[in-house]
């Protein structure tokens, strides 16, 4: 059981607006800033949005991300065949020493 | 190029011991606390254990406390995980990954498979 909280899958077609929430408390992401992470098939997370809102360099701006409260969402759009992947939200806890707590991550399917 | 580079992972028994490496090239690893996650096979990402930018503070989680034991040498730039007394539920992919001054972790290895059998 993790954490954070994410839906297990989402879907859409290409050209469409995707969401996925995260859902956490008031210790991890009402407290602290939200990350995400892309996993693309067979290979390492990958750093998507820091601070809620921010892309790294690279990061096409399709990718969106924000916060309100205990809740974050990662936004895509313009989707395309190669978002399909996990994606993973992060956020440091307050409560734990050092840890950061993951969602489950959400499965992307592209249709 | 910087990046990180898993190393150590295989089959072991149930009970036995393992010792995981990440070695780091391209960037200064005193500059960056380092974190082990793993993912069990079909599962998601999980926290495993952190190590300061010096190795002054250490934080396991609970399910590897008393188990694991993270340490890094800067001077050579590489960090080791021994894992000890490995039960099956410890099959996983562990990566390294750093965290960067944004609080995210901007760059992971490739992960290495480790197989608790019983």
């Known amino acids: 059981q993790s954490v954070l909280t994410q839906p297990p899958s989402a879907s859409g077609t290409p050209g469409q607006r995707v969401t996925i929430s995260c859902s956490g408390s008031?210790?991890?992401?009402?407290?602290?800033?939200v990350n995400w992470y892309q996993q693309l098939p067979g290979t390492a997370p990958k750093l998507l949005i820091y601070w809620n809102s921010y892309r790294p360099s690279g990061v096409p701006d399709r990718f969106s991300g924000s916060k309100s409260g205990t809740s974050a969402s990662l936004a895509i759009s313009g989707l395309q065949s190669e978002d399909e992947a996990d994606y993973y939200c992060a956020a440091w806890d307050d409560t734990l020493d050092g840890r950061v707590v993951f969602g489950g991550g959400t499965k992307l399917t592209v249709l | 190029q910087a990046q990180l580079v898993e190393s150590g992972g295989g089959v072991v028994q149930s009970g036995r011991s393992l010792r995981l490496s990440c070695a780091a090239s391209?960037?200064?690893?005193?500059?960056?606390?380092i974190y082990w996650v793993r993912q069990a096979p079909g599962k998601g990402l999980e926290w495993v254990a952190v190590i300061s930018y010096y190795g002054s503070k250490k934080y396991y989680a609970d399910s590897v406390k008393g188990r694991f034991t993270i340490s890094r040498d800067n001077s050579k730039s590489t960090l080791q995980m021994e894992m000890n007394s490995l039960r099956d539920e410890d099959t996983a992919v562990y990566y390294c990954t750093r965290e960067s001054s944004w609080g995210a972790f901007d760059m992971w290895g490739q992960g290495t498979m480790v197989t608790v059998s019983s």
């Open positions: 391209g960037f200064t690893l005193s500059s960056y606390t």
């Open positions: 008031s210790s991890n992401i009402g407290s602290n800033n």
